[in-house]
């Protein structure tokens, strides 16, 4: 996809009037999700600009230490989308994701980070307009949940340089 | 002619349990050569130093310092800053100093939920004046200062700089040789942020069970360790318990595995991994064998507690950290 109208079109669809834009990352599959973004893309369909799509070759790719990388570099939200269950190019890759997300869910959840953060689609090559619906409905959900870390909240690195201050108590 | 000065050495501890004092003890009779070797310049848990003996010392004239346990305190960071200056090496000792450790853990709460339930809501509290700990307390002989409590625990490395790590809960007597001998010994020191005394392979690889792990190890659901008794000489893994051997460090001769105990995963990472807990979890969800999601949901309850299980000493060194806080001020 060509990368300038990418940037145009996002400036375009920003809601006035609210200060936060959830950044979403997304993790599509090469053979399915990936190819269903492409054909939203080469149908026109108007889909949210927040999420950086990143295209790996299946989603049992996904070590979930990119799920939690992403939002220790500042994602609001990631998404995970991989071929309908039987529809692996790899024959079982999406159930090893599968697997993977539903305990990595509940590892979040004891970590504070709320469900609507992290999602998993299956979404075929043909499914273009699910891709459009899943994005626009997390983009809005992620902007009712407001961002990831709360500005008060000092990401881990930054914290522990600023320890060494004396700090007020709560 | 003096005789050559031996390399003077600094042994200090944070948040820890003094298992790892222990393990320095633990050496036995090697601890003699060790201090044939070098000399003891500090180590509050044995030898009577004060911390004014260390400051006045000049920058950089020791020659390691080896710090365990996890930074809670102010009073920890303090004293991690302080050995830095004074020290041409700072390693940190243990899996506490290494990633967080078990005192991690305490990233799912925060200063005040930790003393609330302490010092008020614990059963076994009896506090009816409501004290809490405090910095500052004026005393009759005059105000005392007490360390800060953070809200976040860290590894060393989250407040000093580090040159190398020693890995374990705590690190053995064989590691912490192997290690002492990497730093002292005659060869040339090991590249900055090597994890010492340890290979770089995952334990299975030293594990005398791994010959009977299947090469494709699929698993119908998993057994928590009081639930079962183990058959002896067959790979644990492979009998259903969360072992976490394949995403964790070789170097402690699989201790806790040759005891009937699956791996917690003490030695951390790997070296090319960033974040224990997410490599872990990705071990053990893969090797379920279930297509089926409410059958998937349900063999995976037997994680009983996923934190626990898979950053029961990395929490702080994990991508996130902590749990997130939202909503303190409302």
Same mark, same amino acid.
């Given at each position: 996809m060509p990368k300038e109208p990418f940037e145009d079109r996002s400036s375009r669809s920003?809601? #006035?009037? #609210?200060a936060f834009e959830p950044k979403i990352v997304a993790f599509f599959c090469n053979w399915c999700t990936y190819t269903a973004a492409d054909l939203a893309g080469t149908s026109r369909m108007h889909y949210a600009p927040n999420v950086r799509i990143i295209r790996v070759m299946c989603s049992g790719r996904i070590d979930p230490q990119f799920v939690l990388k992403a939002f220790h570099e500042g994602a609001d939200g990631v998404l995970i989308g991989g071929c309908h269950p039987g529809d692996c190019h790899y024959q079982e890759g999406n159930y090893k994701a599968l697997r993977r997300y539903k305990l990595l869910k509940r590892l979040l959840a004891q970590l504070g980070v709320e469900e609507g953060r992290l999602r998993l689609e299956w979404i075929a090559a043909s499914e273009g307009d699910k891709v459009k619906r899943v994005i626009d409905e997390m983009t809005e959900e992620i902007r009712r949940l407001g961002p990831f870390r709360p500005s008060e909240a000092e990401p881990v690195e930054k914290q522990a340089v600023l320890a060494g201050q004396p700090r007020e108590a709560r | 002619m003096m005789a050559e000065a031996k390399p003077k050495v600094a042994f200090y501890w944070c948040a820890s349990c003094g298992g790892c004092e222990e393990a320095v003890v633990d050496l036995a009779e090697d601890l003699l050569k060790v201090v044939e070797a070098v000399?003891?310049?500090?180590w509050p848990v044995a030898l009577d130093f004060k911390r004014e003996d260390v400051e006045r010392l000049p920058d950089g004239s020791l020659a390691a310092a080896f710090i365990n346990g996890a930074i809670r305190l102010s009073e920890h960071e303090e004293m991690a800053h302080l050995l830095r200056r004074k020290a041409q090496l700072v390693i940190a000792y243990g899996s506490c100093a290494h990633l967080g450790g078990v005192p991690g853990l305490a990233n799912l709460h925060d200063r005040g939920s930790i003393f609330q339930y302490v010092y008020r809501d614990a059963p076994s509290v009896a506090n009816p004046e409501g004290v809490f700990p405090q910095e500052r307390f004026p005393a009759e002989e005059g105000e005392l200062e007490l360390p800060a409590f953070w809200d976040t625990v860290k590894a060393l490395d989250q407040v000093v700089e580090v040159d190398y790590y020693v890995p374990g809960c705590p690190p053995t007597p064989k590691v912490t040789r192997a290690a002492i001998e990497a730093l002292f010994g005659e060869g040339e020191l090991p590249p900055k942020g090597t994890v010492l005394g340890a290979g770089t392979r995952a334990l299975c690889h030293e594990c005398p069970l791994n010959e009977t792990k299947p090469d494709k190890l699929l698993l119908e659901g998993f057994k928590r360790v009081h639930e079962v008794i183990p058959e002896p000489n067959k790979c644990l893994l492979a009998q259903g318990l969360i072992c976490l051997g394949p995403a964790t460090r070789e170097g402690c001769g699989a201790l806790c595995i040759s005891a009937n105990m699956p791996c917690t995963g003490c030695f951390g990472p790997l070296d090319r991994v960033r974040d224990y807990g997410g490599k872990a979890l990705s071990e053990i969800a893969s090797i379920l064998n279930s297509n089926d999601e409410g059958e998937i949901e349900r063999a995976l309850e037997k994680v009983a507690d996923p934190v626990g299980t898979f950053y029961r000493y990395s929490l702080p060194r994990s991508f996130l950290g902590r749990r997130i806080r939202r909503g303190d001020r409302p």
């Open positions: 920003i809601p #006035s009037g #609210s | 000399e003891l310049a500090f």
